[in-house]
């Protein structure tokens, strides 16, 4: 990654031990905590089992994770359609991408696939960019605000994840929804809440830290497990470059 040694974290921090969203909030939005811990919690959980080798942080940002990643693999490449200091390529990642055939272990896919108009294309680009066993680490929204504009083209189900793993010929290893229906419900009133002044902030984020310790609990895990099939508030999946290819 280009400019490695002056890294810092962004969007995610370590706060002892525990990977969540920061708390910066020209870094992140005050309503946008409770997703971001939640996805971060995932990173921290699967990143140490799945990342290896060389890793590819397609739509990086500013790396968010590279904290998490790098210390797990051999060598960092970073590319996105503008250079925010850490890029090593830049270019637009709807387009086929100038890297060579199964040149990395690792691709990180982090909130990036909303963005992108082409969905099926990038796909087949990262199937081809994974070396044979490779496998890419990745989130996305789904009930969820529409954010980035004008570069917000989509919202996808497991069904079509699942769909463009098989079409790209990847296996999914993992897919799980990222919170359920309570988690949409504070997602959408903390949101909401941080845009009013004086109080708005506070109550944002005092009610995403209770939300966040109910999730904890057995009875709210149960109840975002439940709720999870029809309402999700994003998702969260691994999927591999099979060492052969199905007949």
């Known amino acids: 990654m280009k400019n490695a040694d002056r ?20 870094e992140l939005g005050a309503g946008s905590r409770l997703i971001s811990d939640l996805v971060a919690a995932l990173y921290q959980q699967h990143l140490p089992t799945h990342a290896r080798g060389r890793l590819l942080d397609l ?17 960092v490449v970073c590319v996105d359609w503008a250079d925010s200091g850490c890029v090593d390529l830049v270019c637009d990642l709807s387009q086929p991408l100038p890297l060579p055939d199964a040149t990395f272990d690792t691709i990180v896919f982090s909130d990036v696939l909303e963005h992108l108009p082409e969905p099926v294309a ?40 699942e769909r ?51 999730a904890q609990t057995r009875l709210g895990a149960r109840l975002a497990e439940r709720s999870a099939w029809h309402f999700p508030l994003g998702y969260f999946m691994v999927v591999e470059r099979p060492v052969q290819a199905p007949p």
């Not at 500013?62 to 060598?75: Q, R, S």
């Not at 996305?140 to 954010?147: D, K």
């Not at 463009?164 to 903390?190: K, M, N, P, T, Y």
């Open 7 to 26: 890294w810092k974290p962004s969007k995610f921090e370590v706060r002892r031990g525990r990977l969540r969203g920061t708390r910066d909030v020209q």
């Open 59 to 75: 739509g990086c940002g500013k790396a968010p994770l590279y904290g998490t990643y790098a210390p797990l693999v051999d060598e």
């Open 122 to 161: 990038v796909w087949h680009e990262m199937a081809r960019l994974l070396a044979p066993g490779g496998r890419i680490v990745l989130n996305v929204p789904f009930y969820y605000s529409v954010h980035a504009h004008p570069h917000d083209y989509a919202r996808y189900t497991r069904f079509a994840l």
């Open 164 to 214: 463009f793993a098989q079409l790209s010929g990847l296996r999914v290893l993992h897919l799980q929804a990222v919170g359920g229906l309570v988690e949409i419900g504070v997602d959408l009133l903390a949101k909401a809440l941080s845009k009013l002044p004086l109080l708005g902030r506070p109550l944002a984020v005092g009610l995403q830290s209770v939300a966040l310790a109910f």
